[in-house]
């Protein structure tokens, strides 16, 4: 399995959370994510972490690319810091 990891200051969680996030604008589903997490930095609730989980590493590729293309208008609105993105193959995965 593969992950999608980014990172980006928000001005305001919950106005993020249900304009930028939870309306969905590239269809994660469609795009292939089969799971999320969402997470906030301790001590800085508005510092996003999401992570996007995906089969394979084309649909994880294509996802990296349409996110990139969509923060350069959200980042002009002022609705997202600079994101960090980074892609992982998942090796291990364990439940203890």
Request: charged share 25%; net charge negative.
């Amino acid at each position: 399995m593969y992950v999608l990891h980014m990172e980006h200051p928000v001005p305001d969680y919950e106005a993020w959370k249900q304009r930028g996030f939870d309306p969905d604008p590239l269809g994660r589903r469609q795009m292939g994510v089969t799971r999320y997490r969402i997470g906030r930095k301790a001590g800085d609730p508005n510092h996003v972490m999401i992570e996007l989980q995906f089969e394979t590493t084309d649909a994880a590729s294509r996802m990296a690319a349409a996110l990139q293309q969509m923060w350069v208008g959200a980042q002009a609105r002022g609705l997202i810091g600079v994101p960090q993105l980074t892609q992982f193959e998942i090796v291990e995965d364990a439940v203890l």
